[in-house]
């Protein structure tokens, strides 16, 4: 008789699993919105993660001291289980690349994850996860900042596959796609 195997061990051997992540992420730009979400996370436990959002939080002409603000937030003691990220612009925003830096330069220990919206290939990601390498290096950080994808585009879809398999990208979060259909129409079904 074959021993059987736990679901972990048939999927990645002796290697070991992909960390747990909860299975909801809260987006939240607002400064008092991100502390209220991580004040209910601390009453509850790491039962969600939150998304400081750089993007959809972010006054315009303001993105920046945003930024700082935020990673101010993320570095704080007020991150209890350590289980609070940032959604940063869209690789195409003038600002992702100067948010990168002010997260992993003022909250890099503390951050959990990296969010990129509306990327429109496997280059854009690319792009991303070789500005966060250069960056953790820069900083002496000494570990891999997980990078989830949001797949908002046609492009991000037909480049799912070359996306998921690009090493340090920890998920692909597939959303309604309205980006998709309010800027390009409906996507084509067959």
């Given at each position: 008789?074959?021993?059987?195997?736990?679901?972990?061990?048939?999927?990645?051997?002796?290697?070991?699993?992909?960390?747990?992540?909860?299975?909801?992420?809260h987006?939240?730009?607002?400064?008092?919105?991100?502390?209220?979400?991580?004040?209910?996370?601390?009453?509850?436990?790491?039962?969600?993660?939150?998304?400081?959002?750089?993007?959809?939080?972010?006054?315009?002409?303001s993105?920046?001291?945003?930024?700082k603000?935020?990673?101010?937030?993320?570095?704080?003691?007020?991150?209890r289980?350590?289980?609070v990220?940032?959604?940063?612009?869209?690789?195409?925003?003038?600002?992702?690349?100067?948010?990168?830096?002010?997260?992993?330069?003022?909250?890099?220990?503390?951050?959990?994850?990296?969010?990129?919206?509306?990327?429109?290939s496997?280059?854009?990601v690319?792009?991303?996860?070789?500005?966060v390498?250069?960056?953790?290096?820069?900083?002496?950080?000494?570990?891999?900042?997980?990078?989830?994808?949001?797949?908002?585009t046609?492009g991000?879809?037909?480049?799912?596959?070359?996306?998921?398999?690009l090493?340090?990208?920890?998920?692909?979060?597939?959303?309604?796609?309205?980006?998709?259909?309010?800027?390009?129409?409906?996507?084509?079904?067959?």
């Amino acid at each position: 008789m074959t021993a059987r195997l736990s679901p972990d061990a048939a999927l990645f051997g002796h290697a070991g699993s992909i960390p747990a992540w909860p299975p909801c992420v809260h987006y939240a730009g607002d400064p008092k919105h991100v502390a209220k979400a991580m004040a209910l996370q601390a009453e509850r436990g790491p039962v969600f993660d939150i998304a400081a959002d750089c993007e959809d939080g972010a006054p315009i002409g303001s993105e920046l001291p945003h930024a700082k603000t935020l990673a101010g937030l993320i570095a704080s003691g007020a991150n209890r289980y350590g289980r609070v990220g940032a959604r940063l612009h869209g690789a195409d925003h003038p600002a992702w690349r100067a948010e990168l830096e002010i997260l992993i330069g003022d909250a890099g220990d503390r951050l959990a994850f990296l969010t990129l919206p509306k990327a429109e290939s496997a280059a854009d990601v690319l792009r991303l996860l070789d500005a966060v390498a250069l960056e953790d290096a820069r900083r002496g950080l000494g570990r891999e900042i997980p990078v989830c994808v949001l797949v908002e585009t046609h492009g991000a879809v037909r480049d799912a596959w070359a996306i998921a398999a690009l090493p340090g990208v920890a998920s692909l979060d597939f959303g309604t796609l309205d980006f998709v259909s309010a800027h390009h129409g409906a996507i084509p079904v067959a």
